[in-house]
């Protein structure tokens, strides 16, 4: 049974920090995703990874993985209060009959405080 | 493009009722996930529909089913409600033009909150 776990579960921070999100997994999987939920909403993309090494950016947020590791990571630069959310790391294994099932971490409560 | 849709958004129920949930899927999306979230147990799979067919299933108990139609709509049926049902239910779509370049990335939708009393 994959697997994934995220740390910290919850992370309070000041603005203007820096911080980094640990995603481990348990099977062999190149293709690893991070998701955002904001209270009472659904889940946003954020980053797809899809191999050995895959590095994304996107603002203040920067994502890697490390297949060999089975280790992604979210790092936060400069965290700002709008950053504040639940992060979710996913990956995807295959489950047969053509079907590739997310299983995913339990969350990391992000909180900015000003 | 129009994202996922999901209807109801909010619904209480009463224990030994069923309850269906329905789901659209982005346009030209055939596949169809659906997931249960609670605080407790975090995000998990209950099923994946795709060209009308289950093709995977979660580690729930039959009372959980679902169905696709030929034009990717989804629903899923709850049959006598538990307490421990009540959870945000959330639909996910995919393209199976994005499995060909690797990605098995699911959009999600606004998700049905489901009460049980």
């Known amino acids: 049974e994959l697997k994934v776990e995220q740390n910290p579960l919850f992370l309070s921070m000041q603005e203007g920090k820096n911080y980094t999100i640990y995603c481990n997994y348990s099977t062999t999987s190149d293709r690893l995703y991070w998701y955002r939920q904001d209270p009472g909403k659904s889940l946003e993309s954020l980053f797809v990874l899809l191999s050995n090494g895959a590095v994304k950016q996107e603002g203040r947020l920067m994502a890697s993985l490390d297949t060999k590791a089975r280790l992604s990571t979210l790092h936060i630069t400069a965290a700002v209060h709008d950053l504040s959310a639940t992060y979710f790391c996913a990956v995807s294994a295959y489950s047969g009959a053509g079907s590739y099932q997310l299983t995913f971490g339990k969350g990391t409560k992000l909180s900015v405080i000003p | 493009k129009a994202g996922v849709t999901q209807t109801p958004r909010y619904l209480i129920k009463t224990r030994g009722q069923q309850v269906t949930l329905s789901c659209s899927p982005i346009s030209g999306h055939r596949s169809v996930s659906w997931y249960q979230q609670t605080p407790g147990q975090g995000l998990q799979f209950l099923f994946e529909?795709?060209?009308?067919?289950?093709?995977n299933k979660g580690n729930f108990p039959g009372r959980f089913s679902g169905r696709q139609f030929s034009n990717s709509r989804s629903e899923m049926n709850v049959s006598t409600l538990e307490l421990g049902d009540s959870a945000l239910y959330l639909c996910a779509s995919s393209a199976e033009a994005l499995r060909a370049l690797g990605s098995y990335e699911q959009y999600f939708g606004p998700g049905t909150r489901l009460t049980v009393t």
């Open positions: 529909y795709f060209s009308e067919t289950q093709r």
